[in-house]
DNA sequence: ATGACTTTGTGAACGCTTGCACAAAGTCGC
DNA sequence: GCGACTTTGTGCAAGCGTTCACAAAGTCAT
């Protein structure tokens, strides 16, 4: 029951965020009726390369057989028990806005190792109200005669979300998911994720702007090119 | 008007991906009316080390005041210029469902460098409604007669993403952002960012357990705990 | 003006991540 | 059975990112 990982050592963080991709390929795969793969193609189609599919792999213990490759369901289940995705994480949503909303609204959640098991906001035109079969209740409440949980999603405006991140960690969760701007202070042993779509749009524009100049610049390696051209 | 860090040499990846933290901060700080600000300062508002923000910062020039710090103004400004917000990015959001809706509402956008200039949809449903104030057109009118897009937002469920990035690059768009889970192969040149809830979950759900395995196992550093009690 | 102090900018060291090369270990045809 | 072939798992080297240590360059009080 113990994940292999811990025998073999820890796995890399940059392996950590990757797993869910070979997951969801797997998973994907699976459901077509396949059931066997090799890391060449298992890489391709979770983007990346098949040596740091493989090294990833490594980390968790040896699951494949060479000459032939993994057994879909056999690394599925690997995958999913190092993630702990063999218990269904109970979510809270607090903030149920138009954001809120839509994530209550996603059915991803449940086939994946998660269940919403409560909804807050502190809107009392809001609280009361049944969203997705959910009543919405307030953080209070949930403090005090609501379910357990352990991971908490923010969807409130930014200047509230360090309040409710505050109080989350005051009820015992220990991880957030954030997705409302800025940077939120928390005390160690909290783990905080931060989901920022401007963020993702920013980084956008900064290389689409790269691929406008180095158009628009003849010569970008040029000193003088850019100087002469748009100075 | 071309950035400094073309004549300084390329930034890395990595800085690139804070420096909306930085603009972020910096934006809050300035409408506090704070003028001025020393990289300590600024560095733990933004979530990272004081160290890193200067190095981060020492690749687009120098534009602080030794003993004294940053004016806030203009490296908001120099921030804004290299992540080439100085214009306005044109956004096209296709799959108009509870996320698509969620983000077409969000206000967001018009302030950070992106109008929503377009919204798309397939279902003959949806399409011809007005949503915030955009008619919601299919994608074959948007490569007609729609204005010109430079970012595409993807909020379809996963099997149509694929053929909706393909579409949008048809049309000339380099730059997508995905919120479908799954990989999406497309042509060189063309930069795609995926968010996908269920793998920021999943991350979140790995180091939830190691804590809680790291609680049942009573000393986790103890060479001889693991093997005795497991092999 | 000067000296004490503050803060930036950066070379160098360190650690993490990725990619390469190849041995180990299996399958498959015959 | 055996040889040819396929694919995995991993030591090693290269590259990238972060942190450290400190000189450079300013402010401020006097
Ligand atoms: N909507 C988007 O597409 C989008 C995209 C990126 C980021 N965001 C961020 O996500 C957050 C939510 O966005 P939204 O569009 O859903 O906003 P919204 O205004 O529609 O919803 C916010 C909800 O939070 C509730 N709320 C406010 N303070 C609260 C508190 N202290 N406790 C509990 N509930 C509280 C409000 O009553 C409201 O229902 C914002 O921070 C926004 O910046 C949204
Ligand atoms: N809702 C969430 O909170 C959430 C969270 C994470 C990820 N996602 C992902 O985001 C995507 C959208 O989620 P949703 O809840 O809004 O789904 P949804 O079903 O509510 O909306 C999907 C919309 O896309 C439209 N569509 C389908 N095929 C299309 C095509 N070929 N061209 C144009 N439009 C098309 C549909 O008509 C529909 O309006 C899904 O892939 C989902 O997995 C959603």
Known sequence: MVPESLRRGCVPEATV???PLYLRALTGLHDQGVTSIASEELA???????????KDLSHLGSYGVRGVGYDVELLAAQIAQELGLTQQWPVVIVGMGNLGRALAAYGGFSGRGFRIVALVDDDPEVV??????LTVTTLADLATKGPTVTIGVITTPAPAAQAVADELVAIGVRSLLNFAPGHLVLPDGVDVRGVDLATELQILAF???RRLLAISTHDPLSPAADTEAIG
């Open 128 to 133: 009361g109200t049944v969203v997705e079969g």
């Open 17 to 19: 965020g990757r797993l």
């Open 207 to 209: 290389h689409e702007q």
């Open 44 to 54: 391709s189609r979770s983007g990346v390369r098949s040596t740091q599919l493989r």
